[in-house]
């Protein structure tokens, strides 16, 4: 028989249960659904790994990427018999060591992406956002031009506004933010039309909150997660096409190191001297595949519905 005590008991230790029980924060539930991703972690390691000798490439660099050894040219790699220790990856044709390029060609690629992305990150989200508040008028004129820009192929676009501007490091990431554009507006104003018919945005509404305040404080917060996934691959996107437009001599001009610029300068090479075009290749190649991993890890981390646990 239970005594008016112990069902008391009964029924308070539940409440007692739940109380104690902590959920996790949303940054422990993101990480951890990251790091289920054996991809995206090693792909972190990696790109943490290539921004640590991006940013010290000056002391860790083990010479000046535009020094030129004479005695030396088209060195061959440390480990082959010809090859010297003091120069890891050999150097190329004007006796340049070619460890020193890669390492600072990595700030310079990874700038032109950043830059790159922000540049058309930002406004990809207003005029997202506009579009979506505004379906009639103006938004049908944004995303005409839209359409119109996607219309055209990404790289010939990219020439084409560095043909008009000129060549050069500043231009290189003009181009390359302007032919990203097109997908950050879509999909920003595909999430933020998604979200306008939901109660918490009727509810602001109903509220008093202005177009404003609509947009940047209630909408778009629910929009992130597909444009941060959307921004990391447009990253490697953007690397891929400044080492495109640097190849045809239109990115970063010589002397300084870019990964395009030296595969341009190395394909007289290829049958002589295997391992001056292989070198900057297969680093874009690591970094490209790094990023999409992490982008995929972004995606499944981001979105409830292809979360997965730890």
């Known amino acids: 028989m239970t005594t008016p005590v112990q069902s008391a008991n009964t029924a308070v230790a539940p409440e007692m249960a739940a109380a104690s029980y902590s959920y996790p924060s949303p940054l422990a539930e993101f990480w951890a659904s990251f790091r289920a991703n054996r991809g995206a972690s090693a792909a972190l390691?990696?790109?943490a790994f290539m921004v640590i000798a991006a940013l010290f490439a000056p002391w860790l660099a083990p010479h000046d990427p535009i020094e030129q050894h004479r005695d030396i040219l088209l060195l061959s790699p440390a480990w082959t018999a010809q090859g010297q220790w003091s120069f890891l990856l050999g150097t190329d044709e004007l006796g340049r060591d070619i460890l020193s390029r890669l390492?600072?060609?990595?700030?310079?690629?990874?700038?032109?992406g950043l830059v790159s992305v922000v540049l058309s990150l930002l406004p990809g989200i207003?005029?997202?956002?506009?579009?979506?508040?505004?379906?009639?008028?103006?938004?049908?004129?944004?995303?005409?031009?839209?359409?119109i820009m996607m219309a055209l192929p990404s790289l010939l676009l990219a020439v084409a506004i560095v043909a008009v501007l000129g060549p050069g490091l500043t231009n290189t990431m003009i181009a390359i933010a302007v032919v990203s554009l097109p997908s950050y507006v879509r999909l920003t104003r595909a999430s933020a039309m998604s979200e306008l018919g939901r109660d918490y945005v009727i509810a602001a509404?109903?509220?008093?909150?202005?177009?404003?305040?609509?947009?940047?404080?209630?909408?778009?917060?629910?929009?992130?997660?597909?444009?941060?996934?959307?921004?990391?691959?447009?990253?490697?996107?953007?690397?891929?096409?400044?080492?495109?437009?640097?190849?045809l001599g239109l990115g970063a001009q010589p002397p300084l190191p870019e990964w395009g610029t030296m595969l341009a300068s190395a394909r007289d090479y290829i049958e002589s001297a295997w391992w001056v075009v292989t070198m900057p290749g297969i680093t874009i190649l690591f970094n490209v595949v790094a990023l999409n991993l992490m982008g995929d890890g972004l995606r499944d981390a981001l979105d409830p519905k292809l979360k997965k646990l730890a």
């Open 205 to 247: 509404r109903l509220a008093g909150a202005g177009k404003l305040r609509l947009m940047f404080n209630t909408v778009l917060p629910n929009c992130m997660a597909p444009v941060i996934v959307q921004a990391t691959l447009g990253f490697s996107s953007a690397i891929l096409d400044a080492a495109a437009l640097g190849f």
């Open 103 to 112: 390492m600072h060609g990595a700030r310079v690629s990874m700038t032109i």
């Open 126 to 147: 207003v005029l997202g956002l506009v579009s979506a508040f505004y379906p009639k008028a103006v938004g049908t004129a944004i995303m005409r031009a839209m359409d």
């Open 45 to 47: 390691v990696f790109m």
